[in-house]
């Protein structure tokens, strides 16, 4: 095998540029419509909220603008046992495992809508429905207990999987490292997902790391690591597909890296016009991973523009009509601060929570 | 004397050392092209180039080991960690290993350096952008902690910080970044580390506040002169080692004490300012010492503004302490 050829230094592909497929891997009609319409959704989704930050309904959001095919692919490729740790830009794998629209929004908003009772900050989305952990914001330290909850699934003789998520900036940290080191020695049924989107914020991929790709720091571990086009959902699907096969067959962890490129902001905090140029984004987005899948549908004779245009709108309707539903509940109760630090409210806390009580009403943002 | 707010007076600390002292260098996430996500080092990697002004990969245990061992060789680091939040990864490399270097080396190693980092909350940040973990470092001895109110004291105290002999944790309130605005003196010049400031004087109650919260406890003490009672604000500056003089001679003069912070109350800094006012001035007491605080849960989205002691939690406390 060439070196070029090699699962951690090539490139994985399925979906050509004439817009056919590589015959060798097929993917069901049923799910490449169903990953175009989640993606979809996901890009009206994000565009929707990063709106309503500009108009300072909304804190903060965090969008996976141009990588949707990496958590859309994903999450079709697994089972409903299977547990989820996101990073910052995979929260909508919930969204396609049957998390509920409006209850994903009112985590945005914050409010009482939110089954984190408006704990966290947009974009750090967890349901228990669905097996997903939210990330805490801290890079990294989700990929260990991904880990440690496929070992568990292991030594319970599941035949679930956990899969963990992480950006380029994130194989940096010591707890990749570790992480990639249990899951060699004690073979847990995990899939490792590294979305490679070329920037850690301000910083390239190329000053994150010296390694000729991401997925090559897997050989090292003994970790099977592939090199996967993260805007080809065909090629995400199949390799995690693959991949959770393996680790339900019990042959343990498989790092993915997937090349893509977040063509947004890092999120709304940021100016990206700081630190890279326009025609790098323009390159990138002439390879958008929901133009490809459309491409290639169509191609398929799975799709018309007739089709398209009657689903954009389906979705912008059901997008907007979940806003107005998550945006309308109330906030959560102040008093509600106090709850869940411990299962019982020990003594300090009555008394804090009764200080509360008799304090004057807090000014609000910006008063 | 030129205006500006805190982000600037840092950055001008920050250029006016890198040119005076060739040691000095700064190296984080982000802190190199783009200036960091606060712009507080805008335009240094343009002036003193990459060897100076480092992009790091994503890593804060790599950022403040490397800076130990860059610091024992003799370069005068100046790390930044993107968020006080963020700086738990570096936690082990911070007190096991900087905290002790002196210590344990009988003196022969010093690893001189300063972690700037932002902190404390009211900016929508959530449970790990909001934080205020002062008191996990001034509980590890050897670490001297800072955290200004003011550009003026944020140019001074930096400039301090970076020549003192110690290593230095220096805490940025970031609500305050760019809300903070005043007339900064321009060149070299420094506050010293382990003076208090008397923001505003009052014989009735002392407040012992410092970064963000100083301008709560100064809206609170407005209010509460316009019902009779003067408080006298001490804005800390330098949190450890604390002004115990200055602490101790405004609480014999006001014979009260109210304490604030963002930070938990529990095991928080305000526990042992509590005790080291009454073990020094307890015959002098005329109300038990009161702290004001963030609540003993993490740090929440949404109830932010409820979670933090602003003016009008602060406001009662100064009344009855005044009144009891
Ligand atoms: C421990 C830690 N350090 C720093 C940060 C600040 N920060 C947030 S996102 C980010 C870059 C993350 O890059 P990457 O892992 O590549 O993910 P991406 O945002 O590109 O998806 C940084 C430095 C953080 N959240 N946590």
Redesign the pocket.
């Known amino acids: 095998m060439s070196v070029e050829n090699s699962r951690e230094l090539g490139l994985f592909r399925v979906l050509r540029d004439d817009h056919s497929q590589d015959p060798a891997v097929s993917v069901p009609d049923a799910v490449v419509l169903r990953a175009y319409r989640e993606m979809r959704r996901l890009r009206i989704l994000d565009a929707k909220m990063i709106l309503l930050q500009r108009q300072g309904r909304v804190g903060f959001y965090g969008a996976c603008t141009g990588q949707e095919a990496v958590p859309i692919g994903t999450a079709l490729a697994l089972e409903a046992d299977d547990w989820v740790y996101p990073?910052?830009?995979e929260q909508s794998v919930m969204l396609v495992r049957g998390f509920p629209l409006t209850q994903f929004i009112a985590q945005v908003f914050g409010n009482s809508g939110d089954v984190q009772k408006g704990r966290q900050m947009p974009s750090h989305h967890s349901g228990r429905s669905v097996n997903q952990v939210s990330w805490s914001?801290?890079?990294?330290p989700q990929i260990m207990q991904a880990v440690g909850t496929a070992w568990a699934m292991k030594l319970q003789k599941k035949s679930s999987i956990a899969v963990g998520f992480?950006?380029?900036?994130?194989t940096s940290?010591g707890d990749f490292h570790s992480a990639m080191n249990f899951a060699g020695v004690f073979k847990t049924p995990c899939v490792l997902i590294c979305?490679n989107?070329h920037?850690?914020?301000s910083v390239p991929t190329a000053k994150q790391t010296a390694s000729a790709t991401i997925a090559i720091k897997g050989l090292a571990y003994a970790v099977p690591s592939c090199r996967v086009d993260g805007n080809d959902l065909l090629a995400v699907y199949a390799a995690v597909k693959e991949a959770a096969d393996d680790a339900r067959a019990g042959k343990g962890t498989t790092f993915i890296e997937c090349l893509t490129y977040?063509i947004g902001a890092?999120s709304t905090s940021d100016d990206p016009s700081r630190y890279r140029t326009d025609e790098e984004v323009e390159s990138w987005k002439r390879k958008d991973p929901v133009d490809r899948l459309r491409n290639h549908l169509v191609h398929r004779g799975l799709l018309d523009d007739a089709k398209d245009a009657a689903l954009e709108a389906e979705l912008t309707d059901e997008v907007n009509e979940a806003v107005k539903v998550a945006e309308a509940f109330p906030a959560p109760s102040r008093e509600s601060l106090f709850d869940d630090v411990y299962q019982e409210l020990p003594w300090f806390l009555q008394e804090q929570k009764e200080e509360l009580r008799r304090a004057p009403p807090a000014p609000s943002h910006g008063g | 004397m030129t205006q500006m707010n805190m982000v600037q007076a840092i950055t001008d600390a920050l250029r006016l050392e890198m040119r005076r002292d060739p040691r000095v260098v700064v190296l984080g996430?982000?802190v190199g092209k783009v200036g960091g996500v606060f712009r507080v080092t805008q335009g240094l990697y343009d002036e003193f180039g990459e060897d100076r002004v480092i992009d790091t990969p994503?890593s804060?245990g790599g950022i403040i080991g490397a800076a130990i061992g860059m610091a024992l060789y003799g370069l005068v680091p100046v790390p930044e960690i993107?968020?006080s939040d963020?700086i738990f990864?570096a936690y082990d490399q911070i007190v096991s290993e900087l905290a002790k270097m002196r210590y344990r080396s009988g003196g022969e190693y010093v690893s001189k350096l300063v972690i700037r980092t932002p902190v404390g909350g009211g900016i929508r940040g959530g449970l790990y952008h909001s934080q205020s973990p002062e008191s996990l470092f001034i509980h590890v001895s050897g670490l001297k902690v800072v955290c200004p109110s003011t550009p003026e004291d944020a140019k001074g105290l930096l400039l301090s910080a970076i020549r003192d002999p110690d290593p230095v944790l220096f805490f940025e309130p970031k609500r305050i970044y760019r809300a903070s605005k005043g007339d900064v003196p321009e060149g070299d010049y420094t506050v010293p580390i382990g003076k208090a400031r008397i923001a505003r004087e009052g014989d009735d109650v002392t407040v012992l506040a410092w970064g963000a919260m100083l301008y709560e406890a100064m809206a609170a003490a407005e209010q509460a002169s316009e019902q009779g009672v003067e408080a006298e604000i001490v804005d800390l500056r330098t949190l450890w080692p604390v002004d115990i003089d200055t602490i101790v001679e405004s609480v014999k003069k006001t014979g009260r004490v109210v304490v604030v912070h963002e930070a938990p109350r529990t095991c928080g800094f305000g526990a042992e300012l509590v005790s080291l006012v009454t073990e020094r001035a307890f015959l002098h007491l005329e109300a038990p010492p009161v702290r004001v605080t963030g609540f003993d849960t993490p740090f929440p989205y949404t109830l932010e503004m409820d979670y933090l002691p602003l003016a009008h939690r602060i406001l009662p406390a100064l009344l009855e302490t005044a009144k009891f």
């Not at chain 1, 992480?166 to 994130?170: K, S, T, V, Y």
Request: no cysteine.
């Open positions: 990073a910052l830009r914001s801290n890079i990294g992480m950006g380029d900036g994130a940290q979305q989107n920037w850690s914020i977040r890092h | 996430e982000d994503l804060e993107q968020f963020f990864p």
